[in-house]
């Protein structure tokens, strides 16, 4: 079969190929029954939820949490001094600490 041959087959075999009027596809579409496949996997989602909150709210301890003594494990003091804490030492900090009056024409 030679390609003239071939196109002239493709040609002769599609010759009433012609697409559908909107009209036709919208009223294919309306009678076509509406399938509910959301329906099982949205209350599959929502029934494993219920149960995860089930057994969430069954296995939770009820009551006040215990006090934790914060002296038995060294944290007594509020303040923390990292070791990295002295790359942060800026020499003069008053320049930083203070905001420069301008009215005195003087920059600090």
């Known amino acids: ?3 003239d041959e071939l196109r002239a087959a493709l040609r002769l075999g599609h010759a009433d190929d012609r697409p559908p009027t909107f009209e036709a596809t919208l009223a294919a579409a309306h009678d076509r029954p509406r399938r509910r496949r959301w329906l099982v ?3 599959g989602a929502t029934l494993a939820a219920a ?3 089930l057994v969430l709210l069954r296995c939770t301890p009820s009551g006040a949490p215990p006090a934790i003594d914060l002296a038995g494990i060294g944290m007594a003091s509020s303040s923390l001094r990292l070791p990295t804490d002295s790359l942060l030492d800026v020499p003069d900090r008053g320049l ?3 905001t ?3 009215d005195q024409g003087l920059v600090p």
Do not use: E
């Open 96 to 98: 930083l600490a203070s």
């Open 51 to 53: 149960i995860a909150a």
């Open 1 to 3: 079969m030679t390609d």
């Open 41 to 43: 996997p949205a209350f």
């Open 100 to 102: 420069p009056h301008l």
